[in-house]
């Protein structure tokens, strides 16, 4: 088998990790077009990379970044915090978000 042929488990076993249910239909549907750009995809195998330097950047440009510095607005962290309905270690404590 080659590596881009990809079984039936192959596509239910994708399908729960990305947390899809599919039909038969999609199952089967799925099994063909992913093989389909696996296949393309191995094509890059077969190019000659021999003597080429790695790439990171192309375009020339640079990361331009500025110094971080401190605002102060007048206020006393601590006392906003007299603002909130819950605090918890000097910080601003909200309902849990993720489960």
């Not at 488990?9 to 947390?19: E, N, T």
């Not at 239909?25 to 195998?45: D, G, M, R, S």
């Amino acid at each position: 088998m080659d590596m881009a042929d990809l079984t039936r488990d192959d596509v239910l076993k994708l399908a729960r990790l990305a947390r899809l249910q599919l039909t038969d239909a999609e199952v089967t549907e799925f099994q063909k077009e992913l093989a389909e750009i696996l296949h393309y995809v191995e094509q890059l195998n077969d190019i000659d990379i021999s003597g080429l330097e790695p790439t990171s950047q192309v375009t020339g440009l640079t990361n331009v970044t500025r110094d971080d510095k401190i605002a102060d607005y007048g206020y006393d962290p601590l006392d906003l915090l007299k603002n909130v309905p819950a605090v918890e270690n000097n910080q601003i404590r909200v309902n849990r978000m993720i489960t």
